[in-house]
C-alpha cells in the first residue's frame, strides 16, 4: 500500500516513541557493522603517581570512527550499545585489542579497560579476560578492569562472583567514578576492589563546593581505612593537584598529566618516560 492511504494514521508515525526506537535500532546497526568492518579504536589517556608524577599506566578508551561522523566518544554510542545488548561482543573487543596493545608495552606499564553491567552478567566473561591474556600473552597483573556503581547495583551475588573469577586470575578491580551514584563506601567494603576512582565531578567542584571538597576528602580517609589505593579522575591543573596531594591521594589522570590519545602517542610518551627513568638512575 502506497504511504498516505487513507487508514493509517500518519500521527502514528510520528510518535516519537516509535522515533527514537527507530533511531536506536539504526543504530545498533550501524554499530554492529562498525565492529565488523573494524571501525573501533581504543585511545589511551596516561595514569600517575601523585608523589612523583610518574605514569603508571593507561585507560583504554573507545573511540568509533564513524563514517560521515568523524571520531565518536562513547558517550554518543556506548549507552545504545548497552540498551541493545552490543556492547557484549563490543566490549570483547576492547578487552582483546587492550590486551594486545598492552603486552607490546614496557612491563612497568599497566592497562585498564571499562566494563559495562551487561558484560559482568555473561557467565563467561572472566573466561573472556582470561582467553585475552593467554592470547595476547599478557601478565594478569598489568590488567584493570573498571566497573562503575551501577554494576554494583545491579546484582550483587553475581558481581561478588565475577570479581572473585577475575581476582583468582590476577587482575585488578577498580571501581570507576565513585561519587556519582549510590554506592557507599559501606557498600564498596563488601567488595575486594583493589582501587578507588573518585568522579571527576567532585574534583571538577572541589576548589568551589565546598561540600564537593569534603567528600573527597572523607572517601580518601575511608578509603586509607580500607586499604585501598584512591585515583582522582579529572584532574586538570595544579591546584586539584596540591588539593589531593595535601589530603593523600594515591593517584591521578586527568588532562594535567595528557589527555586520551592514539596508541603510538601513548607509546611514544612511555618510551620518553622509560627514557628519563633510565637517565636519572645512570646520573646517580
Ligand atoms: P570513564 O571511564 O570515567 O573515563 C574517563 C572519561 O573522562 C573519558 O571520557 C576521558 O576522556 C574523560 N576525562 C579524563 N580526564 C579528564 C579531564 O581532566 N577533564 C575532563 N573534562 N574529562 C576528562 P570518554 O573517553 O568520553 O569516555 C566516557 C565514558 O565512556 C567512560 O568514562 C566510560 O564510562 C565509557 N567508556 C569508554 N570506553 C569504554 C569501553 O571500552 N567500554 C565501556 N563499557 N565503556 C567505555
Ligand atoms: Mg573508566
Ligand atoms: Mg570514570
Ligand atoms: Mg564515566
Redo the contacts with the bound molecule.
Keep these: 500500500r502506497a504511504k498516505g492511504d487513507a487508514g493509517e494514521s500518519p500521527r502514528f508515525y510520528e510518535s516519537r516513541m516509535d522515533e527514537a526506537v527507530r533511531a536506536r535500532s539504526a543504530v545498533a546497526m550501524e554499530l554492529r557493522e562498525a565492529l565488523a568492518r573494524g571501525e573501533f579504536e581504543?585511545?589511551f589517556?596516561p595514569q600517575a603517581l601523585l608523589a612523583d608524577g610518574r605514569i603508571t599506566g593507561f585507560?583504554?578508551?573507545?573511540?568509533w570512527r564513524r563514517p560521515g561522523h568523524g571520531l565518536t566518544?562513547?558517550?554518543e554510542f556506548?549507552p545504545v550499545?548497552?540498551q541493545t545488548g552490543l556492547?557484549r561482543p563490543?566490549?570483547a573487543w576492547?578487552i582483546g585489542e587492550a590486551c594486545r596493545a598492552a603486552a607490546d608495552w614496557p612491563e612497568a606499564f599497566g592497562v585498564s579497560?571499562?566494563?559495562?553491567p551487561g558484560?559482568l552478567t555473561q557467565t563467561d566473561f572472566a573466561e573472556q579476560v582470561s582467553d585475552a591474556l593467554l592470547a595476547a600473552r599478557l601478565a594478569p597483573e598489568r590488567l584493570e578492569i573498571?566497573l562503575?556503581e551501577a554494576s554494583l547495583i545491579a546484582d550483587h551475588g553475581r558481581l561478588l562472583e565475577v570479581m572473585v573469577e577475575l581476582k583468582a586470575l590476577g587482575v585488578r578491580v577498580a571501581m570507576?567514578?565513585y561519587g556519582a551514584g549510590l554506592a557507599s563506601l559501606g557498600a564498596l567494603r563488601s567488595f575486594p576492589f583493589d582501587r578507588l576512582?573518585i568522579?571527576?565531578a567532585f574534583i571538577?567542584a572541589m576548589d568551589r563546593d565546598p561540600a564537593a571538597a569534603a567528600m573527597v576528602e572523607a572517601t580518601l580517609l575511608q578509603a586509607r581505612a580500607l586499604n585501598m589505593p584512591v585515583m582522582a579522575?579529572?584532574?586538570?591543573d595544579a591546584s586539584h593537584l596540591e588539593r589531593l596531594r595535601r589530603h593523600g591521594c594515591e593517584q591521578a589522570?586527568?588532562?594535567?598529566f595528557g589527555?586520551?590519545m592514539p596508541l603510538a602517542e601513548a607509546r611514544r610518551l612511555m618510551d620518553r618516560a622509560a627514557g628519563g627513568a633510565a637517565a636519572a638512575s645512570a646520573a646517580s
Aim: charged letters at 30%; hydrophobic letters at 35%.
Design positions: 581504543l585511545w589517556q585507560e583504554a578508551l573507545l573511540r566518544l562513547p558517550g556506548v550499545a548497552e556492547i563490543i566490549g576492547v579497560v571499562n566494563a559495562s558484560q573498571e562503575t570507576d567514578d576512582k568522579d571527576r571538577d579522575e579529572g584532574v586538570e589522570q586527568g588532562y594535567y589527555r586520551p
